[in-house]
């Protein structure tokens, strides 16, 4: 068998243990895979005395993880995280040097993916990262070489799994945001900083490697509208309920003409889709072709097994020799992409209120949605109660989103709509 394939593992959290624990697990199948050994020669980890439930006693220690692309390797796994710093510069350096670099930093490549991909495809090393976007679906590989063949119209996913998890928790228990969240965290799903998750930040660091991939442009996380799941209530899980629709939050980049509208935002869909039915830390990515017609992936999104599992498939890909274009095309073919309005996106909405039951509130809020040309599809209202607010929920018939914000607007002059409304698309899968 050829020489092996000798990689360095900078970060030893949950996912550096577990590509450990299953390139042991597996040494003798993934060497005739690969067509030679993957041996890990070299680690580097802030404390060193940690028990990890692994040995890694007969590799190289290395206290600062910039350093590692100064040992004998052939490539450097990142798992460090965060969009600058120590991932960034070791990322620079080993590509400069044409070693290949795995990761599995999302945010790394959101904001700096054109220039590691310039560095990468000038020094011909290979950047592969399988697992920064939705854990251990194949994803990136479905996209770049599965659905090659096609002009891809749509990507839609369920990218974040603590977010999924915090809304399925919410939609079966009738608990609440705080103490879900704290259960993802203790089981390892939220990020570092949870904020990440929940505000919509990790969705849309993935959400912009699917659409560089799928549209072959310049992956650009200011162009991105992000809105997370902080606001939506145990009201509007109910009514969903009620209305037959589950709350996801979704990353959704589509071709509209010759432009793409992106954006990150919690939508509604059919309860009975199969994207309806995708629960629990599980991710889905939808992705639309013009010869494939549809595709729906699931799997879970995140956690020690399936994050290492997609960065072990990376390793053996590169290890075989497989070198391809980060983003689908040479970098050098990525283009500018022309940037929709989001705004003049059709859809369904669900609109939310917190009105005064009074006689007449419905005449005015009617009267508002008539002046913005909305058209009311269904609308129920929880409770009764005259001395008190209630919440009263509508949902529109296809309409452009700026209409609906137009209306929303026009809501808040209303002496008897208390509170911001607030509005959700409606997605039908
Ligand atoms: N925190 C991420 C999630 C997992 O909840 O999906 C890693 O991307």
Redesign the pocket.
Known sequence: MSQPYRIALAGLGTVGVGVAKILKAHAEAIARKAGRPIEVVAVSARDKSRNRGFDFSDVTWVEDASTLVNEDVDCIVEMIGGEGGVAKTLAESSLAKGLDFVTAN?ALLAHHGYELAKVAEGNNAGLMYEAAVA?GIPVIKAIREGYAANDIGAVYGI?????NYILTEMRKSGRDFKSVLADAQKLG???ADPAF?IEGT?AAHKLCLLTALAFGVKPDFKKLAVKGITNVTSVDIEFARQLGYRIKLLGMARKEGNAIVQSVEPCMVPRKSTMGAVDGVF?AVYIEGDFVDTGLLVGR??GEGP?ASAVVADIIDLARGTKLPVFGVPYSDLKEANWGRRGKVESQFYLHLRVMDKPGVLADVSATLRDCDVSIEAMLQQGRDPNNPVSIVMTTHEVQQKQVEEALEGFANLERVLEKPSMMRIEDF
Do not use: S
């Not at 990218?159 to 977010?163: E, I, M, R, V």
């Open positions: 999302k854990g990218l974040n799994g603590t977010c799903y939220a990020e998750d990790d991710n999104g995140a994050t």
